[in-house]
């Protein structure tokens, strides 16, 4: 029964996955059109891309039929219709953390390899292993593959790894996809915060309340802040 259940709640996730990407495409495509003011055709991205990506691909990415769209395709068809490669995700429900400092990361291996450094798992306070992020993944990404991202050995993984190894580790998509930036990465304030048990716990179940109700549970926290500061300058 939990082997089935977690199959359906898979196939349910890579459907609703395939669609954002479909409706994103197609948003991209009004917005960002040739200049003489058209949209892409299938035709036309073929070539613009140098054939990365065929007629046929664009068709069935437009269409949501693609299982797992690599990261090297969608870069190229962002390239070649002039937007930055990480506004396929710019929407996608992952909350970024609060505090940012800037270190120069390429490849996604090397990013990866940051968050398994920088956030230890909630459950152990330990690093987390390739075992614990895969189980974390309801089976998204398995042992292997994530072992083989963090070496490289798999440098295009699919939309499905990227998005689950951001909601594995709290961050969102984009942190795997802008290439061109330097990626953020969590500040000693927030890597000493995540040591404490409750306040790790607060984080991860704010991560996906709608943008209002985190808006009122920082309020929250701002009142107690006010009454503690209240109380001890009494």
Do not use: C
Not at 37 to 48: P, Q, S
Not at 49 to 76: C, F, Q
Not at 112 to 135: C, M, Q, W
Not at 200 to 224: C, D, G, W, Y
């Amino acid at each position: 029964m939990v082997s089935y259940l977690q199959r359906t709640y898979q196939e349910a996730g890579r459907r609703s996955r395939r669609m954002h990407i479909a409706r994103k495409f197609e948003a991209l495509l009004d917005k960002h059109r040739r200049p003489d003011g058209r949209k892409w055709t299938g035709a036309e991205l073929a070539e613009a891309t140098g054939g990365v990506v065929h007629r046929s691909y664009v068709t069935n990415l437009r269409k949501g039929r693609i299982e797992s769209p690599g990261y090297d395709k969608l870069k190229a068809v962002a390239n070649a219709m002039g937007f930055p490669p990480e506004l396929w995700f710019s929407d996608y429900p992952l909350s970024e953390p609060a505090v940012y400092e800037s270190v120069d990361y390429d490849s996604i291996a090397e990013r990866l390899e940051h968050l398994f450094a920088s956030i230890p798992d909630e459950r152990t306070g330990k690093p987390y292993t390739n075992e614990a992020v895969a189980r974390e993944s309801a089976g998204a990404v398995t042992e292997e593959e994530v072992a083989k991202i963090r070496s490289g050995e798999l440098p295009d993984p699919s939309v499905d790894h990227v998005l689950s190894l951001a909601e594995v580790f709290g961050v969102p998509a984009s942190y795997f996809l802008e290439r061109e930036r330097k990626p953020p990465i969590i500040s000693p304030s927030m890597l000493e915060a995540s040591k404490d048990e409750t306040v790790t716990a607060i984080l991860n179940k704010s991560l996906r309340l709608p943008e209002r109700e985190k808006q009122m549970v920082l309020n929250i926290i701002k009142q107690f802040e006010e009454m503690h500061g209240a109380q001890d300058g009494s």
